[in-house]
């Protein structure tokens, strides 16, 4: 038994008192399970979760190796800012098409990315973030393309050519590999860099305290709010006079953290942080309809991975559901007509429900006194049958104020539904998410997953809407608790954990890179405009 309990708190010290469950100490959870009658001991470090099984322990593992970022260089204090990444000195060159220089729809187009440092120096090793994309702005046709970290200061960054004519390529450094180390170090070692609060009162005495995900022992005792289903954890300081009963709203309170010399150097807009890179030679190539027996281009999905483009401003889905156009109110209300749709989750979702709250002017808006931004919302067409709801998703939920009545976590909200052919489940949970270990957002999707399941068991013609995770407008400070990194990694753990079960996705990633409109955490309308035509098109195709 020691052994064992040994081995399960070797595994559990990675950093000076701050512990995120790792790799290896989901392996030696899983040794514990098998080899030792009691569960792994708990430890007096401050930000531990509970064990999951063995089967989630096992996926947990898999998640965390597949986002594995490349070494990142380390920053020894004082650290040389001018031999980090530089996207003014970095350059792009489209390689030649192969075999020759016609480029036909549905052929690849290859660009090689070398990154320089500001000495005008070649970096030597991976891990920057970039972004690529293809687009004609004329046609307002856009396409994300897929960038491959060579891990040797050089990337390439590969497209489909899907239309005609001309086709621009645009590389953007989003951080240096030097800003990755930061941000990477800040979730490890500051789980608890975003504040919260709750208000506590009884009768006429109030109190507030801090709270937490995780939070520090200190001598004064604290309040268990984990959830008793699902197990999410969440803990407030005790009130001196009050009772953990009495906890009567959740609230955020700023941030804690500061950076170390001169890190802040490398979050600078218009220097390092979201910044385009040039190219060495032309930026465009020239598209010549296909060749004859090219397979049709809507087919080309598997190829090159992606879920769609744009064109003359319209998704268009590669290989999925073909998206059709909702116009207008009497469009969207047709194709509700008897639907209940539950959205669930962050702000993004609720971007959702305005877009079809103002397109159905017959609904009327129930709850109006909900507390902003918060909900619940729900409008109801009682003509069409048309029921919406809105609900926010629960801790670590950063909205400013919200009711602990109103907090509520969506497996509980899915458990609590009949389901049905009607019944349409939308959800997006990932924005709130990014300064926080990623253990957190893993089981948070685990819980989410096992409800998604039982209702589909006991109603399996409900449909299942997951709206992903998109690119944010990031200012230096933003960037530094919600930087697209940190996105990008909750964003392929979502699709990872959904793969393979019976639920549909709107690709809101791919949908706001491939845009020209601005990154920006509540996309442009135009952009909600084509997401919400996929979501009804898979209500009204099904
Ligand atoms: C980096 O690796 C890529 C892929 O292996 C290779 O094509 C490229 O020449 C390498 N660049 C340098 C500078 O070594
Ligand atoms: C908090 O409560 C949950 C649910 O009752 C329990 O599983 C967990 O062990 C508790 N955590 C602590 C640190 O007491
Ligand atoms: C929707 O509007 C677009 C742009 O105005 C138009 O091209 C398209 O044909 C319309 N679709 C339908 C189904 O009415
Ligand atoms: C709304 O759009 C539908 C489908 O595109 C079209 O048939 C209808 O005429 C439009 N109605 C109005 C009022 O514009
Ligand atoms: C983000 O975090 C940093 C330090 O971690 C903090 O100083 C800053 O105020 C935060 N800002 C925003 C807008 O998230």
Request: net charge positive; proline share 6%; aromatic share 8%.
């Amino acid at each position: 038994l020691w052994t064992c309990v040994s081995q399960c708190r070797v595994c559990k010290q990675p950093v000076i008192n701050v512990i995120i469950l790792s790799l290896t100490c989901a392996t030696a959870l899983d040794l514990c399970s098998s080899h030792c009658s009691s569960p792994a001991p708990h430890t007096d470090n401050f930000c531990t979760f509970e064990p999951l099984s063995l089967a989630d322990a096992k996926e947990e593992r898999m998640l965390l190796d597949s986002i594995a970022w490349p070494e990142t260089p380390l920053l020894p204090a004082p650290f040389l800012f001018d031999q980090t990444s530089d996207p003014a000195h970095s350059i792009f060159t489209i390689l030649p098409g192969r075999g020759g220089v016609d480029r036909h729809v549905g052929d690849q187009l290859e660009v090689m990315v070398q990154i320089y440092d500001f000495q005008g120096n070649p970096k030597k090793s991976g891990g920057d973030v970039l972004l690529a994309r293809l687009h004609n702005r004329a046609l307002e046709a856009g396409v994300a393309g897929r960038v491959v970290d060579h891990l040797n200061g050089s990337y390439s960054a590969v497209f489909p050519l899907l239309w005609e004519g001309s086709a621009h390529v645009e590389v953007t450094l989003v951080h240096s590999s030097e800003a990755v180390t930061v941000l990477h170090r800040l979730n490890r070692e500051h789980p608890e860099r975003v504040l919260f609060k709750s208000l506590f009162r009884s009768g006429s005495s109030s109190e507030t305290t801090s709270c937490n995900v995780c939070l520090r022992q200190t001598n004064q005792p604290q309040c268990n709010y984990s959830d008793l289903r699902t197990g999410e954890p969440w803990f407030c300081y005790k009130p001196k006079k009050l009772s953990c009963d009495d906890r009567i709203n959740h609230m955020r309170d700023g941030f804690n953290v500061r950076l170390k010399d001169k890190e802040e150097k490398l979050f600078q807009s218009k220097v390092n942080l979201k910044v385009f890179i040039h190219s060495s030679g032309p930026a465009n190539v020239m598209v010549l309809p296909p060749m004859k027996g090219q397979p049709e281009v809507d087919q080309g999905k598997g190829k090159s991975g992606l879920s769609g483009y744009y064109y003359q401003g319209v998704w268009r889905s590669l290989g999925g559901t073909k998206v059709h156009q909702f116009n207008n109110s009497s469009a969207i209300s047709q194709c509700l007509k008897g639907k209940v749709v539950h959205m669930y989750g962050d702000s993004t979702v609720r971007q959702w429900f305005e877009y079809l709250d103002a397109s159905l002017p017959d609904a009327k808006e129930i709850n109006r006194n909900s507390p902003k931004q918060t909900g619940p919302y729900m409008i109801w067409d009682n003509a069409k049958n048309i029921l919406v709801t809105y609900r926010v998703h629960g801790p670590p939920l950063s909205f400013i104020y919200v009711p602990t009545s109103e907090l509520r976590y969506i497996a509980n909200e899915i458990d609590g539904l009949v389901g049905g052919t009607n019944t349409v489940v939308v959800f997006s949970v990932w924005a709130h998410f990014s300064p926080f270990p990623i253990e957190l957002y893993i089981r948070r999707l685990q819980s989410i997953r096992r409800a998604v399941i039982r209702l589909l068991n006991r109603a399996p013609d409900t449909l299942v809407v997951i709206r992903t995770a998109n690119l944010r407008g990031l200012t230096p400070s933003e960037s530094l608790n919600y930087s697209d990194w940190y996105t990008l990694q909750l964003d392929k753990v979502l699709r990872a954990v959904f793969k393979g079960f019976n639920v549909r996705l709107v690709d809101a990633w791919e949908m706001t890179l491939a845009h020209h409109l601005p990154h920006n955490i509540h996309p442009g309308r135009p952009i909600v405009k084509n997401m919400i035509d996929i979501l009804l098109s898979y209500i009204c195709t099904k």
